[in-house]
């Protein structure tokens, strides 16, 4: 069965200083992988996706930038964080099958920016 | 623009009292409808998915349902651990657009 990993699950981080997120994806291959972002009260924002190793669109400008160096692994960096970046990051996965295609999520990460 | 939008806001029901929530959209191009579960805390939880109006599926309390426009959840005597925010999401290439959910509380 697939399963995703994300870490860390927690973190507090001064403003200007640097992010790296981390996600993995096992007991599949080739899927489309995803950001997102969830403020307090309100609903999931798209930040990036990749449908391939190297292939990354970006949905919202900002200082954020993502990398998918592998197949099933996917970060989220950022050079300089700004106390808006405050917030709960989730990684997603999803690949099509006879059934059709879901996006399953991690555990997501939170983000305090101080 | 693709849009999702979710109501009530929020729910309070009473231990077995039935009720819906309502999911609408406007997208060019769907290819599925998705509800979630999210506990507080935690990543969305996978419930169902649908593809063309007509289409219902069903998982113990919950039933959700699809027309043209929009979906219902319906939830068929809750009891207090249903109590989630319940998100509605589309997709639409490789993209999924989510709503900002529905709090439902459920008392005892």
């Known amino acids: 069965s697939q399963t995703i990993h994300q870490w860390p699950a927690t973190l507090v981080q001064p403003v200007g200083s640097p992010l790296s997120l981390e996600c993995t994806v096992e007991g599949t291959s080739n899927p489309n992988l995803y950001w997102y972002r969830q403020a307090a009260g309100r609903g999931l924002q798209l930040l990036f996706y990749?449908?391939?190793?190297?292939?990354i669109s970006s949905e919202v400008p900002q200082n954020l930038s993502a990398s998918r160096p592998q197949d099933r692994q996917f970060i989220l960096s950022s050079k300089k964080l700004l106390l808006s970046d405050s917030g709960f990051y989730l990684c997603a996965w999803s690949v099509q099958t006879a059934s059709g295609n879901t996006i399953y999520f991690g555990e997501g990460s939170w983000l305090t920016v101080v | 623009e693709d849009q999702v939008t979710q109501s009530p806001e929020a729910l309070r029901l009473q231990e077995g009292e039935s009720s819906s929530l309502n999911c609408s959209y406007t997208v060019s191009g769907l290819r599925g409808l998705f509800w979630y579960r999210q506990d507080p805390g935690k990543g969305p939880e996978f419930l169902f998915t649908l593809y063309s109006a007509g289409e219902e599926k069903e998982k113990e309390r919950l039933k959700a349902t699809l027309t043209k426009k929009e979906s219902f959840l319906h939830i068929t005597a809750p009891k207090p651990e249903d109590s989630a925010t319940y998100l509605c999401?589309?997709?639409?290439?490789?993209?999924?657009?989510f709503g900002t959910g529905t709090r439902l509380k459920v008392l005892a």
């Open positions: 999401a589309v997709r639409r290439t490789y993209k999924y657009i």
């Open positions: 990749s449908v391939g190793i190297g292939q």
